[in-house]
């Protein structure tokens, strides 16, 4: 036996999540990288799945080979098919038992689409879990679109395998999707379990009818349907080399007309009668399409058996199905039926009875009026000892095996049998024979090729197979009946959906197994290829119409897409031409198909789906379609919803909360907002997992007697995660705790999605006793890692500066980082002019790491004139990633120092100042005219001027200069910062580019004229006389 984790069974299907999302390779081209992201069962009694963990399963890191009942595939849309998967284990949950994982595939198309329609990718295995709801033991199919002219990537999901909510109404989970162009996901919508696409709608009052034409088509040198023996004898499948019955989709029509002993047909599909009296779903017969042979025109007596015998046909009604055949007598052409009761069965009877599966406003009970019933019919065609070719039928409806009755009101043209007489001879629920389709004494060499009338020319062979014209020409029919008899069958009203046919007898087992479910023939080996001829005993689909895209055109329905043709037999010419029929929806109730969860709906705003309350607790499947904007890119994610049986000792679900690093700052907002984290520094956050349960349930003493020795503890289910990810054990009981780190690197940049959940255990430390586990409801986090952004940098005040001598100015350089776990520092380059005070603070009100720089520059007496450029750099850490470097951002400002101007000190005279520049109080007291008195005290920071501004002249020399001016070249350097540097006394100024000066004239010892009195224009350039200056 197994054992039950969570409500999750260890028996049955294994599959538990799937998704594929692809993004193109590169910047052009049809190159994409597909991933197929699944869960499936842990604890698997299979090598596939074993792996280095303690248990000896899979864990993290480890490589399985994805195995089932139905091997997974990945079908690329292009005929190109991957059958061996092997997923890298990211996530695994030994308490939930799954394990989850990615597979990679990189598949180049030749264009980048199918022809203007998007390539479908097709992920597809068997068998889902035995105890869900709905879905249960069936095959997955999940599919992703590919159209690389309309997007480069699809959306991509990512969130837990199983979502576990509680039993009531309005509960919500969020979908976390994202694409790689981080496009918002905006079309979003609940898919059924299977694309299980359309139906065949039919009304008596339009003649609906579809005909399926039966006669041998030429189709690229080889002859496609029926039997290409028939005509073309000379084929190499026809030579006596060659098993002498085939099966398979071009040899359909020498099944349905029983061309050879001890043959069988199973044919089944669903059927929706929308009236008491029902009608015919199936049948063959006369052809009414315009590619009705005409050789059919004219035909009297037992020849019109090439082109009307029905050789096959079912009924249905309200209480009864009925099976047969026509026949020709040899005088007339009789219709043999069969019918057989729906509640001869009892067990059928009240599965139709049943309220919950079927609405009984529209239908009455113990009927199959108004209501979806699968009916399956198995036809053994016999010869007795006289060579006589006689068929029996077994019917099930519901996978019921069904006991013949007296169909009411046979007609005298038919020939109508009641219960079989010999019970040992037949199976429980197999008519007794009748005869035909053939004509009695049937096989024989006497007759010529050309017999239509039922009579099977042989070649001299009784074993062989036919070989004459009998039903050559007829259509397959569904909706109507066009035999030969004058037997009237009313039109059907309803609607048929997957309607299949098989060679050989298809057992009540096999019935059961798959009528719930589209087939996907190319997935199952045991269905046989489609395709190809096999031996007479296969048990082979021959054909299969899904009624799915009826076209714009008569040409409707075809063989199944599902099944690929071959290079000599085409299903592709089954086409049929309707009249009167229209593609309508199918069943989603969960009859025909396992069905959707009802109770669950999309809300687009918020991306969250909307669980109302279902009828019982349980496990439920569950597929989302998600496209990018136009709906383009359109994928599926396919996922468990836990809804949580509220009863049994543990009542309570536990809670989960997201808390930033070491529980500070209250819970981070989860997905879909987005929670920044930045490449090579430490994103941290805190799981929190708390439960109200205090005692066990029924407990029959005190509170406090039932808290004693009560304990709880948690575990936490952890998604995929990025790989540097590193969590701590949990610690304390109740609120239980566990710490995450994660110093995101290369190749994490964009959004990572994370999820959680949080799982109780309860147990009495004094009696041994435990509680089943519950799970809390999943949270997702959502994180955007950057790249680590540069820090920013202002200065204060902005631009250059102009000082004063000893005036204090202050420069103040903030450095602040976007990221808060990053350090900042603040470098100055000085040159002369250093900062008398330089001091360093933390900003508040920013990160930990914003800083401020004041800097406090007071230039000295003799520094006028002085220019220096200072550069100021913002530099942080840069992270701790390899090769990482620290982001740098520079500022430079220069400072200029004013000539001639000068901030008095604290009690500083004028005679003291006078006295460091070289000069007399009355020339200082004679430069500031605001001072009234010489002796006045000045107050402390009061600007004075220290000489007068000159404006160098072209021709300037030092020289010239101080012997004009009288100054001393001592003093004209104290008061000019630089210039002795620069110059020599016979340099001229303004090629040096000094434009002004600061001077302190001596009257006493400087020319008695000026030179500018005399200057004239010559070469471009103003210049004193000679003999000027040779004067003074």
């Not at 949950?93 to 203007?116: F, L, R």
């Not at 496609?224 to 085939?246: D, F, M, Q, V």
Request: contains cysteine; charged residues 20%; negative net charge.
């Amino acid at each position: 036996g197994g054992n039950c984790l969570f409500g999750l069974d260890t028996l049955g299907g294994t599959f538990r999540y799937g998704h594929v999302h692809w993004e193109r390779v590169g910047s052009g081209g049809n190159t994409v990288a597909i991933t197929i992201e699944t869960a499936f069962r842990r604890n698997v009694g299979t090598t596939y799945f074993q792996g280095s963990a303690p248990d000896g399963f899979a864990q993290v890191g480890d490589t399985v080979t994805l195995t089932g009942r139905q091997t997974p595939k990945l079908y690329l849309g292009d005929s190109a098919i991957v059958d061996v998967l092997r997923m890298k284990v990211n996530s695994y949950s030994i308490a939930e038992d799954w394990i989850m994982g990615e597979v990679h595939i990189e598949h180049t198309y030749d264009t980048p689409s199918n022809k203007g329609v998007p390539w479908e990718v097709q992920y597809s295995g068997c068998c889902r879990l035995s105890s869900l709801q709905n879905s249960k033991d069936q095959e997955w199919m999940i599919t992703a679109l590919v159209d690389l002219s309309r997007a480069s990537s699809s959306p991509r999901v990512q969130m837990l395998p199983i979502v576990h909510m509680p039993f009531q109404d309005n509960s919500q989970f969020v979908i976390p999707a994202t694409s790689a162009a981080n496009e918002e996901v905006i079309h979003w919508s609940i898919a059924k379990p299977f694309d299980v696409g359309d139906a065949a709608g039919f009304d008596a009052s339009r003649g609906s009818s579809i005909y399926v034409s039966m006669q041998p088509s030429f189709q690229n040198s080889s002859w496609g349907l029926s039997n290409p023996c028939i005509l073309k004898p000379s084929l190499a499948e026809c030579s006596t080399s060659w098993t002498e019955y085939r099966a398979g989709p071009s040899y359909l029509n020498r099944l349905l007309r029983s061309d050879n002993l001890d043959v069988s047909m199973t044919l089944e599909g669903w059927v929706l009668s929308t009236t008491v009296e029902g009608g015919v779903v199936v049948s063959t017969g006369k052809d009414d399409s315009p590619s009705a042979s005409s050789e059919c025109n004219g035909l009297a007596g037992g020849d019109r058996g090439m082109c009307e015998a029905s050789t096959l046909m079912v009924a249905i009604n309200a209480t009864h199905v009925t099976v047969g055949h026509e026949l020709w007598t040899g005088t007339q052409w009789q219709l043999q039926q069969m019918g057989f009761a729906v509640c001869s069965n009892a067990e059928l009877c009240a599965d139709l009875s049943n309220r919950v599966k079927y609405d009984f406003a529209a239908g009455d009970p113990g009927t199959t009026t108004n209501k979806w019933v699968h009916v399956a019919v198995v036809r053994r065609t016999k010869a007795d000892i006289s060579n006589k070719m006689q068929s029996t039928y077994a019917v099930y409806v519901n996978g019921y095996p069904l006991e013949m009755d007296m169909f009411p009101g046979c007609s005298s043209s038919a020939a109508c049998r009641g219960r079989p007489s010999d019970g040992e001879t037949y199976e429980a629920g197999e008519s007794e024979p009748m005869d035909g389709p053939r004509k009695p004494n049937s096989f024989t060499a006497s007759y010529t090729t050309d017999a239509k009338d039922g009579q099977c020319f042989t070649d001299g062979s009784a074993t062989s197979h036919c070989t004459d014209l009998f039903a050559t020409r007829v259509a397959l029919t569904f909706g109507s009946f066009r035999g030969a008899t004058s037997a009237a069958r009313s039109h059907f009203v309803g609607k048929l959906d997957e309607w299949r046919f098989w060679n050989g007898v298809r057992s009540q087992t096999d019935i059961l197994e798959t009528m719930q479910r589209p087939l996907t023939p190319r997935l199952e080996a045991s269905y046989g290829d489609p395709t190809s001829a096999v031996a007479a005993d296969a048990s082979v689909l021959m054909a299969l119409y899904s009624f799915d895209d009826m076209p714009g055109k008569p040409l409707y329905p075809k063989v199944d897409s599902r099944m690929p043709p071959s290079d000599r037999f085409d299903p592709e010419v089954y086409n049929g031409y309707w009249v009167g029929v229209d593609t309508v929806e199918t069943d989603d109730s969960g009859v025909v198909f396992y069905g959707k969860l009802d109770t669950i709906s999309i809300n687009n705003m918020g991306r969250v789906a909307v669980l109302q309350k279902p009828e019982v607790p349980g496990l439920y499947q569950v597929t989302v379609l998600l496209a990018l904007p136009e709906n383009s890119s359109q994928v599926s994610v396919d996922f468990i919803v836990n809804v949580t049986d509220p009863s049994g000792a543990n009542q309570e679900m536990p809670m989960l909360e997201i808390m930033g690093k070491g529980g500070v700052g209250g819970a981070l907002p989860t997905f879909p907002v987005k929670n920044l984290a930045y490449q090579g520094f430490e994103f941290g956050l805190q799981l929190k997992g708390s439960d109200m349960q205090e005692t066990p349930v029924g407990c029959m003493g005190t509170l406090e007697q039932c808290k004693v020795g009560f304990r709880t503890s948690f575990g936490f289910t952890l998604g995929p995660m990025p790989r540097a990810v590193r969590f701590s054990t949990v610690r304390d009981s109740n609120p239980g705790y566990m710490d995450m780190s994660w110093v995101p690197c290369d190749g994490d940049l964009g959004i990572t999605t994370m999820c959680f959940d949080a799982v109780d255990s309860h147990s009495n430390v004094t009696t041994g006793m435990t509680l089943p586990s519950k799970v809390s409801e999943q949270r997702c986090l959502s994180v955007e890692v950057q790249e680590d952004p540069p820090p920013t940098l202002e200065l204060l005040p902005m631009g250059n500066l102009t000082v004063t001598m000893g005036n204090e100015t202050n420069v103040t350089a903030v450095a602040m980082d976007a990221n808060c776990n990053d350090m900042v520092k603040i470098e100055v380059s000085y040159g002369l002019l250093v900062p008398i005070r330089d001091t360093v603070r933390t900003v508040g009100g920013g990160c930990g790491g914003s800083v401020a720089r004041e800097m406090i520059f007071k230039p000295t007496l003799k520094m006028g004139g002085y220019s220096q450029e200072i550069c100021v750099h913002a530099v942080d850490t840069g992270g701790v990633c390899n090769g990482a470097m620290p982001n740098r951002v520079t500022k430079c400002f220069t400072v200029r120092v004013a000539r001639c101007a000068y901030t008095l000190q604290l009690d500083e005279p004028l005679q003291d100042l006078a006295e460091q520049l070289g000069m007399d109080w009355i020339r200082l007291w004679s430069l500031n005219q605001a001072l009234l008195h010489p002796d006045a005290i000045v107050h402390s920071g009061q600007r004075v001027s220290v000489g007068m501004m000159y404006k160098v002249a072209p021709k300037d020399t030092i020289a010239d200069l101080t012997r004009r001016l009288g100054m001393p070249l001592q003093q004209l350097h104290d008061l000019n910062y630089g210039l002795a540097s620069m110059t020599s006394g016979e340099t001229e100024l303004v090629e040096a580019g000094v434009m002004e000066l600061c001077v302190v004239p001596d009257p006493c010892k400087g020319s008695k004229t000026s030179v500018y009195s005399g200057l004239v224009y010559t070469d471009g350039a103003f210049v004193a006389p000679t003999e000027r200056r040779e004067a003074a």
